[in-house]
Structures are given as C-alpha cells and as structure tokens.
C-alpha cells in the first residue's frame, strides 16, 4: 500500500461501486478508499473473493 499513499489517484477507479471510490490490492485483500486532499478514507477492506458488485448494490461502499 506504500505506493497507493503517496500516489492515491493513481489507484483503478471503482466509480461503478460508488462515486470517488478507488481500489489496491493488499495480498488477498481488496482495500477501497477515497483519496481526500489530506487524508485517504479506507471505506471497506474485502477478500478478493467477495462479490463487490452485489456489496455495492445493498449500499456497501457508502461512507
């Protein structure tokens, strides 16, 4: 996650699951974020073999 810090936006963009909201890649785990100017807000951490669209659809990635 080291480049993901100090480069936020160059994340893949997940605007399909919620507006802002962008994804990396930690071992098996999908964490996704919305980079702020000052901060990144960790909005949800999943195991890559969750199904982030039917999450996305129940409200999963608000926040």
């Given amino acids: ?6 480069f936020p936006h160059a994340a893949p963009a997940r605007d399909l699951l919620a507006p802002g909201l962008r994804v990396t ?7 996704y974020f919305r980079p702020l100017p000052d901060a990144m807000v960790i909005v949800r951490v999943l195991h890559g073999a969750r ?4 999450i996305a659809e129940r409200g999963g990635f608000r926040g």
């Fill in 1 to 6: 996650m080291e480049p993901v810090r100090h």
């Fill in 25 to 31: 890649f930690h071992g098996a785990y999908a964490v």
């Fill in 51 to 54: 199904d982030a669209s039917a």
